[in-house]
């Protein structure tokens, strides 16, 4: 069965870094997302991708986040100055249609840690 | 604006026993509801989805969840419950303004007593 995957699933980096956050979406979706869990919160929506722009971001994807699509396969995630509080798990997601009742196919994430 | 609110933090039951993950949901729309599990150190599985059909929905491993309007309710159930379920279990609602971008619910970790 097609999955999402994401790597590294692991990255540990000292604040002020860049970090580049890397997905392949499913191979025939055309809606993509990036989703993070700060430990112990819930899972809170950061940005929403559809033909090759963002369709909508949340207040915590601001300008030290971007995202891109570089070929036809890989989904990233670049934060370019990381701060401490950017430690969480980020999980990649894609949807065939990005209707409402379309299921969101999650990556397995990608714990990210900032010291 | 949409959300939802799961009523436990932390479940536990007995093998064996029955399950209940409780969910409530705000929506001024007709909502798409969802169930994901995240078992340790991996991803969020699909569950069981409802949208707008049938409203006792059928999900993987034993799991169903019934859609109540009249009480804003999703609950998840599972008649007899096995060791491989203990996880975490979100509850998600779409939201129909903009993107249809999922919202967690705060998640409900349910642990299994042998």
């Known amino acids: 069965e097609p999955e999402v995957t994401q790597t590294p699933s692991h990255q540990v980096t000292q604040m002020g870094q860049e970090v580049i956050l890397r997905c392949v979406p499913i191979?025939?979706?055309?809606?993509f997302y990036w989703y993070r869990q700060i430990l112990g919160q819930k899972v809170e929506f950061l940005v929403s991708?559809?033909?090759?722009?963002?369709?909508?971001k949340s207040e915590i994807f601001d300008d030290q986040f971007s995202v891109e699509r570089p070929d036809g396969s890989n989904f990233t995630l670049k934060i370019r100055s990381t701060k401490l509080e950017d430690s969480a798990m980020y999980f990649c997601a894609s949807s065939e249609q990005g209707q409402g009742s379309d299921t969101q196919y999650f990556g397995p994430g990608t714990r990210l840690t900032v010291l | 604006a949409q959300s939802v609110t799961q009523l436990d933090s932390h479940v536990s039951v007995s093998e064996g026993t029955p399950v209940l993950l409780r969910c409530n949901y705000s929506?001024?729309?007709?909502?798409?509801l969802f169930w994901y599990v995240q078992h340790p150190n991996k991803g969020l599985q699909l569950l069981l989805k409802y949208t707008s059909a049938a409203t006792l929905v059928k999900g993987i491993n034993g799991f169903e969840a019934e859609f109540k309007k009249s009480e804003t309710s999703f609950h998840l159930t599972k008649p007899s419950a096995h060791m491989s379920d203990a996880a975490e279990y979100f509850c998600v609602v779409s939201d129909r303004r903009g993107t249809y971008k999922y919202i967690f619910g705060t998640g409900t970790r349910l642990k299994v007593l042998a």
């Open positions: 191979s025939n979706h055309l809606y």
């Open positions: 929506s001024s729309y007709s909502p798409s």
């Open positions: 991708f559809y033909n090759n722009e963002i369709s909508e």
